[in-house]
């Protein structure tokens, strides 16, 4: 079993739509969760870090569910620049601040 | 506020060589990771170096080594180059001393070995 594991993918939805992307995690000691996303052939670019309580930054809200092991990305009205792989990312804990990525999801907006 | 910088950005090597790659992180960040994004394999943890010690090392073998620097920049090294090692390399930085552990990327290195 993979470390952390996300939908297949790919997505591709119209502009204006909703977008959820759910992700799991093996490690139960994990402390820290984010998602990035990565343009082609470019960097990952940290999108937001994901809280126990849940977080939201402009249409963008991110869910951890712990006991379920469970991260999620909602992505609301969402645009065409929103177009990119997201990562679900998780710090490996016990302080060995290795970052474990997920596969990825590709997201295509559609005009 | 400048990003964390990588050089160079392209290199091609042949088999068996030996390459070394730098990486400027974030001012005010004293932790440095690599990681290798190899086509098909999604990111992979290498290495990560705090206040110029190695603090955690990834499933990779002893070829690939770096160093930190009194000014907190980094180098990857890769001795005896393989086809396999052929990808993008990237380099984070963090102020994880600072109980900040987001990290952040620089826009890496892509290394290709013939």
Partial sequence: RKEVEQDPGPFNV???ATVAFNCTYSNSASQSFFWYRQDCRKEPK?????????NEDGRFTAQLNRASQYISL????????????????????GGAQKLVFGQGTRLTINP | EAGVTQ???HLIKTRGQQVTLRCSPISGHT??????QALGLG?????????????????FPPRFSGRQFPNY???LNVNALELEDSALYLCASSL????????FFGPGTRLTVL
């Avoid at chain 2, 994880?96 to 990290?103: A, Y």
Wanted: charged share 20%.
């Fill in chain 1, 46 to 54: 940290l999108l937001m870090s994901v809280y126990s309580s849940g």
């Fill in chain 1, 74 to 93: 909602l992505i609301r009205d969402s645009k065409l620049s929103d177009s990119a792989t997201y990562l679900c990312v998780v710090n490996g804990g």
């Fill in chain 2, 31 to 36: 932790s440095v990771y690599w990681y290798q």
């Fill in chain 1, 14 to 16: 119209p502009e204006g």
């Fill in chain 2, 73 to 75: 920049s980094s180098e």
């Fill in chain 2, 7 to 9: 050089s160079p950005t």
């Fill in chain 2, 43 to 59: 990111l992979q943890f290498l290495l990560w170096y705090d206040e110029g010690e190695e603090r955690n090392r990834g499933n």
């Fill in chain 2, 96 to 103: 994880w001393g600072q109980g900040i552990d987001e990290q």
